[in-house]
């Protein structure tokens, strides 16, 4: 199988290629690949058709193949250590307890009873000209329907990328219990572009059993206080922006921040290019829960601990986290740019990134994922459920890494061969 994923790694390569380097773990869309030639390296997106062919080799490892042009090959693999996000190819982690999940699953409700009004819906439901149409679950389904978002739940749960992750709401306070799935939302039916339609029969305390939601990814927005109220109103509106993406280039933040559309609904934002800058004008941001900033200056936290934030992710010089001390909230934290940092005391943090930072980790708080880079990592005594490690580390001493971090030995395979052309 090596041999032969060799000759077509070669086959497709462009005319003149010395090396070529093809990297993947778990899944193509943490994988890379790149050609050296003329003694550079560059990506090359023409090898992507054969990155599921180098995954068949193992599973759940990083595994790197190099050909070289005179037909020498190398094969490594690491088993146990995996890529953390599809756009941070030098971020890895390694599981030291495979059964932490810091918010369990919920599990399907066995006694749950499906109400009459959803075992009678025609087979689509009619919204009106200007809102898509929405395709009825079958009664029948609806079980092996909520059997399936069980089994979404619990890899969520299990997934290290998605424990900081804040899942968002759209309504009056209080009516929806905001979390990821709720075993007791009923899906009634799918709208053209993804969304759910479900009957929620666990409210929160300022709602009714049978008030109606539309679920998407990570949002569940109240619409109606029941089915009948739902489908006899022809005027819903468009669901507001939950989320933005800012430019800074040109504009200070308190004017940026007032140009923001459904200010009021914000709940995610992202903003580039941020000077040296006080955060305080994002207090405006009432029901802002996860905020990313990159290629940012030396920045101040200041008002902005007053939202509920819950992710917060800074590509920054240098930045002032003393506003933050005890926020009630914030679950998550990164820090990367190379920025001198005082973690403040943090009690719902779980998730912390300082890999890319200075920091001094000699005690750290209890966390579910932590990611430092090696000679951090060197320096503390912390024990995650999960280790990340961040830089440019090869295969054998990410192997070396994890097996400090496990404790015991972490398995490498090396197959070194020659072709003959």
């Keep these: 199988m090596i041999e032969n994923l060799c000759r077509e790694l070669a086959s497709v390569g462009p005319d003149g290629w010395e090396r070529i380097e093809l990297r993947s773990s778990v899944s193509p869309a943490h994988s890379v690949a790149s050609v050296r030639s003329g003694g550079r390296s560059r990506g090359d997106r023409r ?5 599921p062919e180098l995954l068949k080799i193992t599973d759940r490892a990083r595994v790197d193949l190099t050909l070289d042009a005179d037909g020498r090959y190398e094969l490594l693999v690491a088993h146990g250590v995996a890529e953390t996000k599809m756009f941070e190819r030098n971020l890895h982690h390694v599981v030291l307890d495979p059964h932490h999940r810091p918010v369990p699953p919920r599990e399907p409700d066995p006694d749950l009873v499906i109400p009459d009004e959803v075992l009678r819906l025609d087979a689509s439901l009619d919204l009106g000209d200007d809102i898509d149409e929405v395709e009825v679950v079958p009664p029948d389904l609806i079980v092996s329907y909520l059997a399936t978002e069980a089994q979404s739940e619990a890899e969520r749960a299990a997934n290290p990328a998605e424990w900081g992750a804040p899942c968002f709401y759209q309504g009056p306070p209080d009516v929806v219990r905001r979390m990821w799935w709720n075993p007791r939302w009923i899906p009634i039916g799918d709208f053209e572009d993804g969304r759910q339609l479900a009957i929620d029969l666990d409210p929160g305390p300022a709602g009714v059993v049978g008030q109606v939601l539309e679920l998407d990814y990570r949002i569940a927005r109240y619409v ?8 006899e109103r022809r005027d819903l509106p468009v669901p507001e922006t939950l989320d933005h993406m800012g430019h800074l280039r040109r504009r200070d933040l308190a004017e940026s921040v007032a140009s923001f559309p459904d200010r009021d609904w914000l709940q995610q934002l992202q903003l580039n290019d941020v000077a040296d800058a006080d955060l305080s004008p994002l207090a405006s941001v009432p029901l802002l829960r996860e905020l990313k900033i990159d290629r940012g200056g030396a920045l101040r936290i200041g008002d902005l601990a007053r939202c509920p934030l819950e992710r917060l992710e800074l590509n920054v010089t240098e930045v002032d986290l003393g506003a933050l001390e005890g926020h009630p909230t914030l679950t998550s934290l990164t820090v990367t740019g190379g920025a001198e940092v005082r973690l403040p005391h943090l009690p719902a943090l779980k998730v912390l990134d300082v890999g890319d930072a200075v920091l001094d980790v000699a005690e750290l708080p209890p966390l579910s994922f932590l990611t430092l880079n090696p000679a951090q990592w060197a320096s503390t ?13 090869s295969v054998p001493e990410l192997a070396r890494w994890a097996a400090r971090r496990t404790g015991g030995p972490v398995r490498l395979n090396r197959v070194e061969s020659r072709l003959s052309w």
Aim: proline share 8%; charged share 20%; hydrophobic share 40%.
């Design 47 to 51: 090898f992507d058709q054969l990155v």
């Design 224 to 231: 109606g206080p029941s089915l009948q109220d739902y489908l």
């Design 381 to 393: 005594t912390a024990k995650p459920a999960v280790a990340g490690v961040r830089g440019e580390l």
